[in-house]
């Protein structure tokens, strides 16, 4: 079963990347034309002739085949090929099953790359656009979105030049890659009682329950939450650099009054198990 898929949209164009009559967008495009559902679809193909021309393998990510943690961050690679490219750019966006934009992007390479269309993807700059040999790639990181984000979708919409200027000779590629939302409790190197972490309850409790951690030793935790028949019926992330408080709210995953097993991973390595009871 699918529970995320990943659209990666790289827009690799050549000469003056031209995407409107006489726009100039060597320095990188302003979004929309990654070829994905949330940009309707659009590529480079309105200004640059001919079809799109699907072809796979042009994303690389170290998003491991179980697929992406939540919150995690991943290096990926958009890369274009054609015999006699000269000069390309690229345009490159993520979204969930709706075609709405997800995950978080970080520029890694600043001299080749930037943020566009209002950090919902990104693009070459005007140092960044040279072919080597016949084509160019470009990495940056993305920082996958929250637990139960659902499918996650990567577009590539690819054109390639000879640098002549001219859009009407231009080659222009689509590619994909899907990926799934691993929802797998990590590995762990061994247990502890959470003392030292953090406190959870009240317990027995009727509508709220939180763990609250110590932000002295706490740096990350994975929540999750099993009911008596072991099915996963909650599983929530907080840290320290992005709460708003040392506490999260867990009441919410468990909607029937029962036994449930709560286990914590904190800062990716130690496991306390829990159990809380509703009522």
């Given at each position: 079963?699918?529970?995320?898929?990943?659209?990666?949209?790289?827009?690799?164009?050549?000469?003056?990347?031209?995407?409107?009559?006489?726009?100039?967008?060597?320095?990188?495009?302003?979004?929309?034309?990654?070829g994905?559902?949330?940009?309707?679809?659009?590529?480079?193909?309105?200004?640059?002739?001919?079809?799109?021309?699907?072809?796979?393998?042009?994303?690389?990510?170290?998003?491991?085949?179980?697929?992406?943690?939540?919150?995690?961050?991943?290096?990926?690679t958009?890369?274009?090929?054609?015999?006699?490219?000269?000069?390309?750019?690229?345009?490159?966006?993520?979204?969930?099953?709706?075609?709405?934009?997800?995950?978080?992007?970080i520029?890694?390479?600043?001299?080749?790359?930037?943020?566009?269309?209002?950090?919902?993807?990104?693009?070459?700059?005007?140092?960044?656009?040279?072919?080597?040999?016949?084509?160019?790639?470009?990495?940056?990181?993305?920082?996958?979105?929250?637990?139960?984000?659902?499918?996650?979708?990567f577009?590539?919409?690819?054109?390639?030049?000879?640098?002549?200027?001219?859009?009407?000779?231009?080659?222009?590629?689509?590619?994909?890659?899907?990926?799934?939302?691993?929802?797998?409790?990590?590995?762990i190197?061994?247990?502890?009682?959470?003392?030292?972490?953090?406190?959870?309850?009240?317990?027995?409790?009727?509508?709220?329950?939180?763990?609250?951690?110590?932000?002295?030793?706490?740096?990350?935790?994975?929540?999750?939450?099993?009911?008596?028949?072991?099915k996963?019926t909650?599983?929530?992330?907080?840290?320290?650099?992005?709460?708003?408080?040392?506490?999260?709210e867990?009441?919410?995953?468990?909607?029937?009054?029962?036994?449930?097993?709560?286990?914590?991973?904190?800062?990716?390595?130690?496991?306390?198990?829990?159990?809380?009871?509703?009522?």
């Amino acid at each position: 079963m699918r529970t995320g898929i990943l659209y990666l949209a790289a827009i690799l164009t050549g000469g003056y990347l031209l995407l409107t009559a006489g726009t100039n967008y060597s320095g990188g495009l302003p979004g929309g034309k990654t070829g994905s559902p949330g940009d309707n679809f659009a590529t480079c193909t309105q200004c640059h002739n001919g079809t799109a021309i699907p072809q796979a393998g042009w994303i690389t990510s170290n998003i491991p085949p179980e697929g992406y943690m939540a919150g995690e961050t991943y290096s990926i690679t958009a890369t274009g090929l054609h015999n006699g490219a000269v000069l390309c750019g690229f345009e490159f966006t993520a979204e969930d099953g709706l075609g709405e934009k997800t995950g978080t992007f970080i520029i890694t390479d600043p001299v080749q790359t930037k943020i566009s269309n209002t950090n919902a993807s990104v693009t070459h700059t005007s140092d960044g656009i040279n072919s080597i040999g016949n084509g160019k790639s470009w990495s940056f990181d993305w920082t996958a979105p929250a637990a139960g984000s659902g499918p996650v979708i990567f577009y590539s919409a690819v054109n390639v030049a000879n640098g002549t200027g001219n859009p009407g000779v231009d080659v222009i590629y689509t590619s994909s890659l899907e990926v799934e939302e691993n929802t797998t409790p990590p590995t762990i190197i061994h247990e502890t009682t959470g003392s030292e972490f953090m406190t959870i309850g009240p317990n027995p409790f009727k509508e709220h329950a939180e763990v609250r951690f110590d932000t002295g030793t706490a740096q990350k935790a994975d929540v999750f939450i099993f009911d008596t028949c072991g099915k996963l019926t909650g599983k929530m992330t907080w840290s320290s650099s992005a709460a708003h408080d040392n506490s999260l709210e867990i009441g919410q995953t468990m909607d029937k009054p029962g036994m449930y097993a709560v286990s914590v991973i904190i800062n990716r390595k130690m496991k306390y198990s829990h159990t809380l009871v509703k009522v």
